[in-house]
């Protein structure tokens, strides 16, 4: 058990009340629009899939021909499942709509029901095999084990090439790693579409497709066996095609994504009304998959300092927390971020970095957080680094923290080697031994530095929170609340693919999620899926 | 004094280095004199191999230490001297108030599908770096900071509606020298864009750049890993202040 800071819960309380009313303009905006994302992610849980010669899915074909001719805002799905009634599958009818050979129309009476009844059970195929490929984790687990030890280890792979990111990820894997993030392609969240197949070249990292999840999924089971624990696969929920990513990765049994409520929008300037809406999307779709998400707090410490800007950390997890059960998470799926970001010149900068961490941990008890290791800091000087990087373990480890990405000396300089990633697990795996009981020891006075800073960064977030409630989320990002960057609600990419949903809006995978990822913040824990 | 060196361990002229390195074999005896044959060829005399560990299947790493047998004439090291004096952040505005009298307007921005901010930002932002304000804090500069992922295209029109005295331009991700292509189509932009006298100064920044490219890459300057705001200014009002004023 962690150290209990002395935090008032009326204040704790209030902290949750404001994050709630600050969300719910943002959820009702979710709730009355819808995306091309949105829409193609329906398609693809209906089981269409592959791409036109260019590469371009036809997913992304099929939608932007209904979208031409009676656009977004009844929802794709009466005028897609009508048109099929004279074709014999989607692939059929997204050929021909591509080469402009059907009209689409919103149907009525008897064809509209029979439309939607060929919707539904063509969408229920997409969530029998998320459902599945949930039950096969369970029974994995079950089989396999978990992890011995918490926090979880988590590596990074990144070659471009997901032949040579398999065995990089196995050998991480019998190195220590328990869960391996494949990075993906600089620059694929800007893109409008999924790519397809295995992928062999990148920049800086692997694209994001179904055929590479299902590869890299079918190598982990293989090394789970062979070390005797479920070693648990990672990727990106984000950018402009979050929805349809989650989607893919509920049917190829991703454990983990990285999905934050507004990185989009703050760091690759995605319009953010865009973003809210493929975010509740795409995490209702996680929690139906049982998928732990991963939010991205650590971001706005590489921009901001960490110190002046620790409260807009918590600000995030209390609005991330919101979000999340607002789309149906339980806080065991709820990976919120943080990060050990603080300039280590900053006098007492441990003892800081300590009581930020051990505030996160106190406030959001049953999540897996995930703690993120220096970068900002991280100089060239490898052998500081090293350093650096061991009191990161021993502040993961001091304030249990759940889900530790190893830091990398070399951070900063290279794509980690072989050696560097080595050398890094050889730091966590010392530190996780030497201290494994240390957090019983460990009791920072009532009184103290830690306490009395846990509470002050606290307060300024409840301040920031009463400010964002008073202004409106949209204004605070517009303004530049988090991370610096300002970010006005009809700015950014992805804008002209937003619609207001119709009156006669109809969904059948939003339907189908609106009734199974109940609100954790109204129902009571049982009714959950 | 002797303007020849070695590198120093604990002693002068004892010419000792470490160095780490990673062999794709098995560790066994044979790995370690394959290691301690490649110090050899690398120019270490009397290498000892303090450390050896095996790396996964089929990998070891090893520390080496040992005396560099090269030497380093200290005359014949080429290095781009900083050719414009340092100045305050007093001094920038002073100059720019007095000589140019106007503001001098800056436009920033990370180009191409680089996403990293931290160096544009560490050099704009009023947060700024190192101890340092970032030249949004100066008063005689105009900043327009177009963050991350600008497409060239946008970059010049922006710099053309502002009337932009300097572009600043960092780049981070330099995966396939994609920084190298950004730089060299940015600069091209620019030339198709404007002519001679109307082109803003272009002036690039990352970790990964090589100081002596620059007329390689077509741009003016280039600013590599330790650069502070106020090393910017100071070259700005260099260049655009006061040596035009005496070429003037």
């Known amino acids: 058990m962690p150290a209990e800071l002395p935090l008032d819960p009326a204040v704790v309380a209030q902290a949750r009340r404001l994050a709630a009313k600050a969300a719910q303009p943002v959820v009702d905006l979710a709730r009355s629009h819808t995306t091309v994302s949105v829409e193609r992610a329906t398609l693809r849980l209906a089981g269409l899939t592959g791409a036109d010669p260019d590469g371009i899915p036809w997913v992304n074909r099929l939608a932007d021909a209904v979208q031409a001719q009676v656009g977004i805002e009844h929802g794709i799905a009466l005028p897609v499942f009508h048109a099929l009634k004279d074709f014999p599958d989607l692939d059929r009818l997204a050929h021909a709509a591509a080469a402009d050979g059907v009209r689409f129309a919103l149907p009525t009476g008897n064809d509209a029901r029979a439309a939607r009844e060929r919707a539904q059970a063509a969408v229920q195929q997409g969530f029998d095999r998320i459902d599945r490929s949930r039950g096969r984790r369970d029974q994995l687990v079950a089989e396999i084990g978990d992890p011995s030890q918490r926090p979880w280890i988590y590596l990074i792979v990144a070659t471009g090439d997901i032949y040579e990111d398999i065995p990089q990820a196995q050998a991480a894997a019998k190195a220590g790693a328990d869960v391996i993030a494949v990075i993906r392609s600089t620059g694929q969240s800007l893109l409008d579409y999924v790519p397809e197949g295995a992928t062999r070249e990148g920049f800086a990292g692997t694209y994001a497709t179904g055929e590479n999840f299902r ?315 | 004094m002797s303007r020849i060196v070695r590198p120093y361990g604990d002693t002068t002229g004892d010419g000792m280095v470490q160095l780490s390195f990673t062999l794709p074999v098995p560790h066994d005896k044979r790995a370690e004199g394959a290691a301690l044959q490649l110090a050899a060829k690398m120019g270490l005399d009397g290498a000892m191999l303090v450390h050896a560990k095996p790396i996964g299947d089929g990998y070891t790493f090893f520390v080496v230490y040992g005396a560099s047998t090269h030497l380093v004439n200290l005359d014949e090291v080429k290095v781009v001297e900083k050719d414009y004096p340092h100045l305050s952040p007093k001094e920038v505005n002073d100059a720019i108030r007095e000589r140019l009298g106007r503001k001098l307007c800056v436009v920033g921005a990370c180009i191409g599908t680089d ?134």
């Not at chain 1, 990633?421 to 460990?442: K, M, P, T, W």
């Not at chain 2, 600043?168 to 198709?192: G, I, P, W, Y």
């Open chain 1, 215 to 529: 590869l890299m999924r079918a190598a982990l089971d293989e090394t789970s066996r062979e070390v005797g624990r479920y070693i648990r696969l990672t990727n990106y929920a984000s950018g402009l095609c979050m929805p349809e990513i989650a989607a893919l990765a509920g049917m190829h049994r991703l454990d983990m994504m990285l999905n934050d409520s507004m990185y989009g929008i703050l760091f690759r300037d995605i319009n953010p009304i865009r973003t809210f809406v493929d975010q509740r999307f795409s995490r209702q779709v996680h929690a139906r998959a049982g998928i732990i998400i991963n939010t991205g707090e650590d971001n706005y410490l590489t921009t901001a300092d960490a110190v002046e800007a620790a409260h807009t950390v918590t600000v995030s997890q209390l609005l991330n927390e919101r979000f999340a059960h607002e789309a149906g998470l339980p806080d065991p799926l709820l990976g919120l971020g943080h990060a050990f970001e603080i300039n280590p010149e900053v006098p007492e900068s441990f003892r800081l970095e300590l009581a930020h961490a051990l505030l996160a941990r106190q406030l959001f008890p049953d999540a897996p957080l995930k703690w993120m290791p220096p970068t900002k800091h991280m100089t060239g000087d490898v052998f500081r680094g090293n350093l650096l990087d061991g009191f990161f373990n021993l502040a993961g480890v001091m304030t249990g923290q759940s889900i530790l990405l190893v830091g990398m000396m070399t951070e900063a300089v290279v794509t980690p080697w072989l050696s560097d990633r080595d050398i890094a697990l050889q730091n966590v795996r010392y530190v996780l031994s030497a201290c494994a009981g240390l957090a019983e020891d460990f009791h920072p006075p009532k009184d103290g530095f830690i306490a009395n800073r846990a509470n002050q960064v606290l307060g300024e977030a409840v301040e920031l929170l009463g400010k964002i409630v008073d202004d409106g989320l949209l204004n605070a990002i517009a303004d530049g609340t988090f991370g610096i960057m300002k970010r006005p609600a009809d700015g950014g990419r992805g804008l002209d693919g937003v619609a207001q949903r119709a009156p006669d809006y109809w969904n059948p995978a939003a339907e189908e999620l609106d009734r199974t990822s109940p609100d954790q913040d109204a129902a009571p824990k049982e009714a959950a899926r």
């Open chain 2, 115 to 248: 996403a990293h901010t931290v160096g544009i930002d560490a050099i704009l932002n009023i947060k700024g770096v190192a101890g340092e304000k970032g030249l949004e804090y100066y008063r005689e500069l105009r900043v327009v900071n177009l963050g991350a992922q600008v497409a060239v295209p946008d970059l010049v029109n922006r710099a053309v509606d502002e009337e932009a005295d300097a572009v600043l331009v960092s780049q981070v991700v330099t995966q396939k020298d994609a920084h190298l292509h950004n730089t060299r189509e940015m600069a091209a932009a620019f030339r198709e864009a404007l002519p001679p006298g109307r082109r803003p100064l272009l002036v690039v920044g990352g970790p990964r750049f090589d100081e002596g490219a620059a007329n390689d890459l077509g741009v003016d300057r280039i600013f590599t890993r330790g650069t502070t705001p106020s090393d910017v200014a100071s070259y700005l009002v260099h260049r655009l202040v006061t040596s035009r004023e005496t070429a003037a």
